[in-house]
């Protein structure tokens, strides 16, 4: 056809998705029922995944039954959750974690500056008094554990502060 210069008639199978549209866009355009987590777009008050790319897809999910039921029992509660992504979760450092690292650090520390050996951690009687007594005492690894995990940590701390005493 082309040889006769009759042109084809334009494709009809071209997408109707916009293309350079982010979950964020979406958020700052339908207000604060959506929200956005490490690329996803989420439904607020529904806590489903909702396709980004597509308005009409949002628009359908914002005018169905489940969305309205939800929506009202969302508003009624008085603790509002948002769902997160697995890695966001997996990133948060939460207090309990940092608490629970400074304590197993300060024991290591405390037992190489009194001599004593990580074995002993192991012993029961030592373990016992551990949980009863120290906070988040129990949390404290075996000492292969510690050995691996944690004198590589206060050697190296220590190391830097010879070093910067020396200068």
Known sequence: ????????????N???TALYVTPQDRVTEFGSELH??????????????????RKSAINDHLKSKTHTKRKAEFEEQSVRKKQRTLTASLQ???????????????????????????????HPSVRAFLSRYVKNGSSIPKSDQLRKAYLPDGYDNENQLINTEDR
């Open 92 to 122: 948060c450092n939460s207090t309990a974690q940092t608490e629970k690292n400074s304590v197993i650090q300060d024991f290591v520390k405390m037992c190489l500056e009194a001599n004593i050996p990580l074995e002993k951690a192991d």
């Open 14 to 16: 071209r997408s109707k």
């Open 36 to 53: 956005e987590d490490g690329g996803k777009l989420f439904c607020t008050s529904c806590n489903v995944v909702l396709n980004h790319v």
């Open 1 to 12: 056809m082309e040889r006769f210069g009759v042109k084809s008639a334009p494709s009809r």
